[in-house]
């Protein structure tokens, strides 16, 4: 089983930038295509970026398209997510997931979760 945690979170203004991070635990990290997701209180846990295992193709939220950057490095068991550019609205916790699907956008794709970080972008 891969189990994930997530960090780089923090507060930035708005137009600032931050990368997160998520590393996995287990042997098989390799193997997963891996999403990074994120709440807002009060809303549902929405999809930002995915990333493939295979082939390194990504696909994105459109609200993020051309200010975010998914990346991983599988020799060091990571995924990242580059946040240029960042707005108030996206402020939320980030979380990562995995998942043997590829693209996979909704949240009932993922298999398991990591605990989340904060994101909170003043305007």
């Known amino acids: 089983q891969v189990q994930l945690v997530e960090s780089g979170g923090g507060l930035v203004q708005a137009g600032g930038s931050l990368r997160l991070s998520c590393a996995a635990s287990?042997?098989?990290?390799?193997?997963?295509?891996m999403g990074w997701f994120r709440q807002a209180p009060g809303k549902e846990r929405d999809f930002v970026a995915t990333?493939?295992?295979?082939?390194?193709?990504?696909w994105y939220a459109d609200s993020v398209k051309g200010r975010f950057t998914i990346s991983r490095d599988n020799a060091k068991n990571t995924v990242a997510l580059q946040m240029n550019n960042l707005k108030a609205e996206d402020t939320a916790v980030y979380y990562c997931?995995?998942?043997?699907?590829?693209?996979?956008?909704?949240?009932?794709?993922?298999?398991?979760w990591g605990q989340g970080t904060q994101v909170t972008v003043s305007s």
């Open positions: 287990g042997r098989t990290f390799s193997s997963y295509n």
């Open positions: 997931a995995f998942t043997v699907r590829y693209p996979a956008l909704s949240p009932q794709s993922y298999d398991s």
């Open positions: 990333i493939n295992a295979r082939t390194g193709s990504t």
